[in-house]
């Protein structure tokens, strides 16, 4: 079957560091994406990691670890803007391209 | 920056009427997507589109359900006799091409059905 977990809310503070942490069993793997999203919009992508190890863009680095299915995904120097939903997604090769989302972690930063 | 456009952004319809949702992926896009998500649950995947068939989709998408691309640029997102549970955001994504390839979502049709 297919599961992705991940903590359902977080709260930090302006200036902070927050990791958000992913698990996932799927039947295929061809990759692990982050996604944000603010409240009635579209998610839009931050990052992604198909070998195991960390990436970094910016403020954001994401990190995975094939053999436990595990992923984190750090925000640094965060800020109020940074306030939203950030959701972990796997692609599967079950002979086509399929992504699955996790349920999304709510982060609230406070100032 | 290119962009996936979706219309409407936002539908009320009656229980049982049918609904056309409308996307334009990216110009060079050859992957479609439809998701759908319920208010406060998590992004659902409902089917994916390649080379003018659909590719697979979920159990979500049953006979209620379906797609086209009609034109050439539009990807279109049919549900027939709506139910009270059909309410939700559908987003429409797509992505250039296989491999490493980041899903674009366009900013998704909120589905009222009373």
């Known amino acids: 079957g297919q599961n992705i977990d991940q903590p359902t809310e977080m709260t930090a503070t302006e200036g902070a560091i927050v990791q958000i942490n992913c698990t996932y069993q799927?039947?295929?793997?061809?990759?692990l994406f982050w996604y944000q999203q603010h409240a009635g919009e579209a998610p839009t992508f931050l990052s992604y990691n198909v070998l195991d190890g960390l990436e970094e863009k910016g403020r954001f680095s994401s990190f995975l670890s094939r053999s436990k299915g595990y992923s984190y995904l750090l925000l640094k120097e965060l800020q109020m803007k940074d306030s939203a939903s950030y959701l972990c997604a796997v692609r599967e090769t079950s002979g086509t391209y399929k992504y699955i989302f996790g349920t999304g972690t709510r982060l609230k930063v406070l100032a | 920056e290119p962009e996936v456009t979706q219309t409407p952004s936002h539908q009320v319809t009656q229980m049982g009427q049918e609904v056309i949702l409308r996307c334009v992926p990216i110009?060079?896009?050859?992957?479609f997507y439809w998701y759908r998500q319920i208010l406060g649950q998590k992004v659902e995947f409902l089917v994916s589109f390649y080379n003018n068939e659909i590719s697979e989709k979920s159990e979500i998408f049953d006979d209620q359900f379906s797609v086209e691309r009609p034109d050439g640029s539009n990807f279109t997102l049919k549900i027939r006799s709506t139910k009270l549970e059909d309410s939700a955001m559908y987003f429409c994504a797509s992505h250039l091409r296989a491999g490493a390839n980041v899903l674009t979502f366009g900013a998704g049709s909120r589905l009222t059905v009373l």
């Open positions: 110009s060079n896009h050859l992957y």
């Open positions: 799927t039947s295929g793997f061809n990759g």
